[in-house]
């Protein structure tokens, strides 16, 4: 009883952080503040009540609209609240009530507003990957058992590996596929998970992104040499690395063993 109280206070925590999570979504990529002024409807910028505020419930009771203006408001707000609290609820299934939890927690949060912010606008802001980078390497070498070295490598590996594809993509495609917020957002997946996960990662990202992109074109939602973002991939790839290395290991080793 107690810890099913638990989870639900963490997937509560999940998705009030995620309605902060909305608020960098919507701005860091325009330049503004984080801090302040206070949300406001993207229609009418007339500031939220505080009583509006409550995450996920918000949306049912004001039926997806704003409540000065009427016009409706964006399905990702509680898209985001939600994903967040799930992830919350998700890593404290996986890895208990403690630090590690709480670190795995800020990476998840982090890979979702870089996806998102990725999806909506094709870009990765360094603000998200450069900080993510040092915080995933001390993590890895204080906390979660990855250790320094391991971190070091995945680092590397991870921003290494999307370098260099970069370097040739415009010689084997004909043209630039990868963005250098790409690389640091690898690379601070690779912090955080080591330089095994990133393998993994780029291997599932892939093969995932070239489904998409193929079936995307078959139903003519883009067109042949559109660019589709590969960040939203990485992170998707990531949060499955974390939760199911083990299971995703066992099936490549039924591919190839
Ligand atoms: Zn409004």
Redesign the pocket.
Same mark, same amino acid.
């Given at each position: 009883m107690d810890t099913l109280i638990l989870y639900i206070l963490w997937f509560v925590a999940g998705a009030v952080l995620g309605s902060f999570l909305n608020v960098c979504i919507s701005r860091i990529p325009r330049g503004r503040s984080v801090v302040s002024p206070v949300s &406001? +409807?993207?229609?009418?910028?007339?500031p939220v009540r505080w009583f509006d505020n409550v995450p996920l419930l918000n949306f049912i009771w004001l039926r997806a609209?704003?409540? &000065? +203006?009427?016009?409706r408001?964006s399905w990702r707000y509680p898209l985001v609240e939600c994903l967040n609290g799930a992830g919350y609820l998700a890593v404290a299934a996986a890895f208990g009530f403690g630090v590690n939890a709480l670190v795995y927690a800020s990476f998840v949060s982090a890979l979702l507003v870089a996806a998102v912010i990725d999806f909506e606008h094709l870009i990765i802001p360094d603000i998200i990957a450069l900080p993510g980078i040092v915080v995933g390497f001390f993590a890895s070498a204080f906390i979660v058992p990855v250790g320094w070295l391991g971190s070091l490598i995945g680092i590397a590996l991870g921003g290494g590996s999307l370098w260099l594809l970069a370097l040739i993509s415009p010689y084997l495609f004909g043209k630039e596929g990868l963005g250098g917020g790409d690389m640091k957002l690898l690379a601070m997946i690779g912090a955080f998970l080591g330089w095994q996960a990133v393998i993994m990662i780029l291997f599932l990202a892939s093969f995932a992104g070239a489904v998409a992109g193929v079936a995307l074109m078959a139903f003519h939602r883009i067109e042949r040499g559109h660019y589709l973002p590969f960040g939203p991939f990485l992170a998707g790839g990531a949060v499955a690395v974390l939760f199911l290395r083990r299971e995703l290991l066992g099936i490549y080793e039924g591919l190839f063993w």
């Amino acid at each position: 009883m107690d810890t099913l109280i638990l989870y639900i206070l963490w997937f509560v925590a999940g998705a009030v952080l995620g309605s902060f999570l909305n608020v960098c979504i919507s701005r860091i990529p325009r330049g503004r503040s984080v801090v302040s002024p206070v949300s &406001s +409807c993207p229609h009418c910028r007339q500031p939220v009540r505080w009583f509006d505020n409550v995450p996920l419930l918000n949306f049912i009771w004001l039926r997806a609209r704003c409540r &000065s +203006c009427g016009r409706r408001l964006s399905w990702r707000y509680p898209l985001v609240e939600c994903l967040n609290g799930a992830g919350y609820l998700a890593v404290a299934a996986a890895f208990g009530f403690g630090v590690n939890a709480l670190v795995y927690a800020s990476f998840v949060s982090a890979l979702l507003v870089a996806a998102v912010i990725d999806f909506e606008h094709l870009i990765i802001p360094d603000i998200i990957a450069l900080p993510g980078i040092v915080v995933g390497f001390f993590a890895s070498a204080f906390i979660v058992p990855v250790g320094w070295l391991g971190s070091l490598i995945g680092i590397a590996l991870g921003g290494g590996s999307l370098w260099l594809l970069a370097l040739i993509s415009p010689y084997l495609f004909g043209k630039e596929g990868l963005g250098g917020g790409d690389m640091k957002l690898l690379a601070m997946i690779g912090a955080f998970l080591g330089w095994q996960a990133v393998i993994m990662i780029l291997f599932l990202a892939s093969f995932a992104g070239a489904v998409a992109g193929v079936a995307l074109m078959a139903f003519h939602r883009i067109e042949r040499g559109h660019y589709l973002p590969f960040g939203p991939f990485l992170a998707g790839g990531a949060v499955a690395v974390l939760f199911l290395r083990r299971e995703l290991l066992g099936i490549y080793e039924g591919l190839f063993w």
